[in-house]
């Protein structure tokens, strides 16, 4: 991690509409470029610069920091402080310190945790009773992981000092594997924030907790993708109605029951098994012709028997529909296709035709 | 300038708790009021319940009016072996049908091997699909999934998608022990090898609604044999409707006959 100095000129963080305050803080900028030629401009109002080589060229880290403190307030109020990382540097800037290398951690630890610049994470926390950094950071890693995800856990590697700073999003799958084979998963740490509050504020419960920290163990196995939540949605075939997202460790959340009527949407119970890949079927009449549907949206015949990937026939008993369904009629993908519910004695499927060819789009398990 | 005095190391001020509450609830007369309390605010599946609770018909069904922790339950149906016919036999219904109450009251739930789960068929069955991980594809490494699963997940259904080994179904129905979980295995035509605490079989079954294109599918009507150790030792055959015209499980009794024309 870097040894930062960061200047911060309270005045010119907002920009103003004449750019005055851009043009004072590149006068600032100029200012310290003439003790270091490498300084970094965060954002308007906030640079950094290296600390090592200025510090020993100029006798010290303080020595520095009252050089430039002197140069930056001859334009404008500027904060300067010194610490490990452009987090922490930022933060002792505000508070004019300079903290001491490896003692990161330790100047973090008393701050609360909204410092860290996630609203929803530092609600989550203070509702958990994990008010600063410090406890923050206490808590074991692989446990953050699961349950906060990867921005929890770049937080959570910011607070204990171990990283520089936030940064951007993390990749999931890299992320997980790397925690999953770090801090061995005790329960100790958390239970005294969790057990205060589980399941009462909702969204996280012990269960929650456990039943996050095994997934995250199949995501390890599987890549995240192994493990999926389903939410509802609406649509007209039983594929549309739902979608798998890869589980986020993020706890339950509660979908809104998909809304509006779905023309053509058959009525419940919905089929408990829908096929990942259409299977093909044949469907064909007492005298083994094949039976298709009309454009009138009519059976061109009574059918007779199913054939299901070139499986044995099995005798049709009964059979609902068909139910046309005109998707998207008024774009290029159109589709035209019919739905049909056939019994087969014990068994029930849900086949769909297109273009004069059956398929075995979900079952009736 | 100020240098940063040192603080006190992050973990010093984690491990020991202040007093602990009760310190000052010395009067047995407060005690019992804190313990009705936590009666009251305890989720209604906590982890201590033995027996957790299953929909009705199923409750009657059941020696022990629910899913005893710790325990594995195998679900066969006259399956005949494609894997349509394993989807078509009712025993992935039924399997999702012994959660649905659990799930209702915050247990998790797991589906592992299951590729296609009908969500919307698992929701009209009363699941609750933000507790339910779905893992439909664990590859040759099914059993250490589940494994990892039943660690932390209270009900898991388990359609192995290869033939389970003796010694690799012993070790999880031992997890399942160890760790208070109910094993719901859906075996298919490879079976299961090892002997379960419960078994419920599904026999003739048959669809209402349906005709000669007329209707739509309404409801199914099954025959449902449960066998078991102990209590459960005599097998016992019931009828109910699975699902029933709402999607959820019905006892076979004029009350559930709502639905079809």
Known sequence: MNRLVVVRCPDLLDEDEGGEALRLFAQVVEAVEAYCPWV???????????????????GGEDRLVRLITEVGVAVTPVEVGVADGLFAAVLAAQGGVIVPAEGTADFLAPLPVSVLGQPDLAELLNRLGVRTLGEFAALPEAHVLGRFGSDGSAGHRVAGGRSGELGGRHRPGGERRAAGSGAPATTTTTAAATAAQSGFWGGVSDTDARAGRALAAVQDLLGPDGVTIAHLQGGRGPAQRARFVTWSGRGAHPDPAPGGPWPGQIPPPAPMVVHPALLRAELVGADGEPIAVSARGLLTGVPCRLSVEETAWSAVTAWAGPWPSDERWWSRSRQRSARLQAVMGSAAHLLLIERGRWWVEATYG | MFVAPPHRPAADTQAPEGPPPTRRLDR?????????LAER????SS??????????PLDVLLPDGGLRRGTTIVVSGPGRGTDAGRAADGSVSMALA??????????????VGLDGLGAVAAHELGIDLARLAVIPRPGVAWAEVTGAVIDGVDLVVLCPPFPPRPAMARRLVARARERRAVLVVVPGRAGWPDPPDLSLSIGEACWDGAGTGEGFLSRRRMTVTVAGRRSAARPRDHQLWLPSATGAMADDDPAGSEGSP
């Open chain 2, 41 to 44: 605010t305890r989720p209604v």
């Open chain 2, 47 to 56: 982890s201590r319940a033995r027996v957790l609770p299953v929909a009705p």
């Open chain 1, 40 to 58: 970094t401009t965060v954002r308007p109002g906030l640079c950094s610069l290296p600390a090592r080589g200025p510090a020993r060229y100029f």
């Open chain 2, 98 to 111: 012994l959660l649905a109450a659990a799930s209702g009251t915050g247990s998790w739930c797991a589906l």
């Open chain 2, 28 to 36: 047995p007369r407060d005690l019992a009021a804190l313990a009705l």
